[in-house]
C-alpha cells in the first residue's frame, strides 16, 4: 500500500472518488444525438476525464467501476481503459472495481488485470489494464486469492478483498455467527483473520500495510470499527459514504492511530454533485456542461475532503 500511501500523505486526504458514469449523471446535452454504445463511452470519457482535471491535485485517487463500462461492450471497455490510463498519467492510483473471484486457475487470468497478460515465450506482458490495485471477492478462499496476492507483490501494486460490504444485504451471510467457532466470530470478522494470513509475508515495513487490503462499509461503522483492531495491517476501501448514507461520523474507528488506514470513496456524491446544486443552467455548449460538472465536483470533493478530516481528528 506504500503507492495509496504516499499518495494520501502528498493529497493529505484519504479519500477516492468513484468514476460510475451512467446516462442519468451525465448532464442531458452529452448524450445529444447519441446512437450507438460507442457515442455514449465517448460521452462518459469527457465527462471521466472533465472530473479527473477538476480534482487530480487533491485527491490521491480514482475508482473506476468496471459495472458501467461493460455495460457498453467493447467501446465501454476501450473508455474504461482509456480513463484509467488518463488518470495515472494525472498521478492517481486507480483503484478498478472489478469484484473478481473464481477458482485458482482462472483467478490467475484475472490477477492479469494487475501484473498483464500472460507471458508466452519471447513475447512480453502488456499491462493493458494500467490499474494499480482491484477489488476482489473472497467467497472461493485462499487459491482464488492467491493469485491476485503474487501479482500485486510482483507489480508493487494492491488488492482489496471483500469483508463487511456496505449494502443493506450485507448481513445475510457476512454477519452469520461461525457456530462454534472460539472466540464466536460472524464471517466478515473471519474473512478478516483471512486476510492478515494472507497479507502477513507481503507487509511493507515502514507503514505496517500488506498489499492486500479489506473492503468495509462506511454503513456498518460498529462492525468496522471492531474489524479495524482485528486488522492491524489491512487497508481499508470504505465505500458506502454519501450516497448510501455513510457520515463523518461513521468513519472515525476505521482509521488507525496515525490517521491512515482507511481511503473512503464517494462516487455519486462527487460527479453527480451537479444535479444538486441550487440552480442549474441551460447549457448551451457541452463545454459549459462540462465546466458546471467539474465545479460542482471540486467542491464536493473539498467538503468531502473536510469531513473526513474532522472525522480523524475526533
Ligand atoms: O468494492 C466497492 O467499491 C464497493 C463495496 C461495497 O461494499 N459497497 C460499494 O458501494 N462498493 C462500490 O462503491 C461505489 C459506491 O458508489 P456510491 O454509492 O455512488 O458512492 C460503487 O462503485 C459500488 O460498487
Redesign the pocket.
Known sequence: MRVLINAIQRTGNPSVI?L?PRPELLPSILLEGAQTPRDVADAYFAFNTAVIDALYDIIPAV?P?IAMYEALGIAGIETFIKTNEYAQSRGLYVLA?I?RGDIGSTAASYASHLCGTPQIEGMPRFDVWHEDAV?VNPYLGSDGIAPFVTAAVATNKDI?V?AK???PSSSELQDLVIDGSIPHETVAEHVAGLLEEWGESTRDKETGYSHVGA?V?ATHPVEGTKLRKLMPHTFF?V??????GGTGADLAGLFDSNGLGALV?????IIGAWKKAAEIPEFATREDALAFVARSARKAALAMKDDISQAIAQ
Open positions: 468513484g460510475d475508482k467501476q472495481d469484484k477489488t482489496f471483500l460490504t456496505s449494502n473492503v462499509g476501501l465505500p458506502g459514504y454519501g450516497a448510501q470513496n464517494s462516487s455519486r456524491g
